[in-house]
């Protein structure tokens, strides 16, 4: 008996030692849970995935990867502990491009909207309070003219309001076909060994409809210490689909709610002057349209062509 616990002892230190050497998890943190479509699988196409020796990752080479291939990342770090691997990004912000300040350039209109307010530091305003703009319009041109000296050609900047319009609408049916969960779930288990992956279950349903909920827990000795196994639980929670007949108050209601939560993130730190509903309800049908009047700063640099 105490030969054969030594032996087991032996082969389960000898396991664990040599998988010390691979990363069986990659945690990605994203700054303030800003999301970067597909940057999981770039990141293992660049080498960092399950099954790879610590000792094959560089962190060097795999940041310049990702940072070659995708102009939304700002800053990564990647970190080894034990055997997972913590990969830390900063999401870039898309700013529009900066022309150097040795360079000719005019200042012009990134939206459409009634300026409220233009100051010209550098350069000739060539709009006035009240006047319309469309995207594109020059706002301050790039130079200046004396009676003296003629035309001088310089790097427009200056400060520029305007009241702007965001603007979103969506038609729905007053009889829809509504989503309703039923009490009634199931419970299927898995377990994977590093790549593989064993089964506890039928792969079909027993309920015609439903949505899927799956959470892993990965096996690990220490804080940063995971082992190649995997248990998976797969839960399947049972809907319906019941018709509901919504009078005009309440759809309108319920469509303004989707509408301001698509409009949110535009609006988002802006001095609002005014906010206007229009709905156009028909006998069958209901169209909504929610205007958001708000006061911004506008104005991108544009180079001046030669």
Same mark, same amino acid.
């Given at each position: ?10 082969? !389960?230190?000898?396991? *664990?030692?040599? &998988? ?25 196409? +660049? ?8 000792? #094959?990752?560089?962190?060097?080479? *795999? ?9 939304? !990342? ?15 990004? !900063? ?22 909207? %009634?300026?409220?307010?233009?100051? +010209? ?42 009241? !702007? ?23 299927? /288990? ?10 506890? /279950? #039928?792969?079909? &349903?027993?309920?015609?409809? /439903? ?10 000795? =220490?804080?940063?210490?995971? =082992?190649?196994?995997?248990? #998976? ?7 319906? /689909? ?11 209601? $319920? ?17 609002? %002057? ?11 049908? =209901?169209?909504? $349209? ?12 544009? $180079?001046?062509? &030669?």
């Amino acid at each position: 008996k105490r030969k054969t616990f030594a032996i087991l002892l032996i082969i !389960v230190v000898f396991i *664990i030692g040599l &998988s010390s050497m691979y990363v069986w998890n990659v945690d990605i943190i994203e700054e303030n849970n800003q999301e970067l479509p597909n940057i999981r699988q770039d990141i293992e196409e +660049a080498g960092i995935k399950l099954g790879t020796l610590k000792s #094959k990752i560089n962190s060097k080479e *795999i940041i310049n990867k990702i940072r070659l291939k995708r102009n939304d !990342v700002a800053w990564m770090g990647i970190e080894k502990k034990g055997t997972n691997i913590i990969v830390k990004l !900063v999401k870039a912000d898309q700013k529009p491009e900066i022309v150097d300040t040795n360079e000719y350039c005019n200042i012009v209109s990134d939206k459409t909207g %009634v300026i409220t307010k233009i100051n +010209a530091q550098n350069g000739t305003a060539n709009v006035k309070v009240g006047d319309t703009i469309n995207k594109g319009d020059i706002l301050i041109n790039g130079w200046m003219e004396g009676k003296y000296t003629g035309v001088r050609y310089m790097h427009a900047s200056g400060d520029i309001e305007a009241k !702007v319009w965001y603007i979103q609408e969506k038609t729905e049916s007053l009889i829809q076909q509504e989503k309703v969960k039923t009490n009634a779930e199931e419970n299927k /288990y898995a377990v994977t060994l590093n790549k593989n992956t064993i089964n506890f /279950y #039928k792969t079909i &349903s027993k309920f015609e409809k /439903y949505d899927t909920m799956e959470t892993k827990n990965k096996i690990k000795i =220490l804080n940063n210490f995971y =082992l190649p196994i995997e248990f #998976k639980k797969i839960t399947n929670y049972e809907y319906r /689909y019941e018709q509901k007949q919504y009078t005009v108050e309440q759809l309108q209601e $319920k469509i303004i709610q989707e509408l301001e939560e698509q409009m949110k993130n535009d609006i988002k730190n802006k001095q609002i %002057v005014n906010r206007n509903i229009i709905a156009e309800p028909t006998e069958t049908e =209901l169209k909504v $349209k929610l205007i958001y009047e708000v006061i911004e700063k506008i104005g991108v640099e544009q $180079k001046l062509v &030669s």
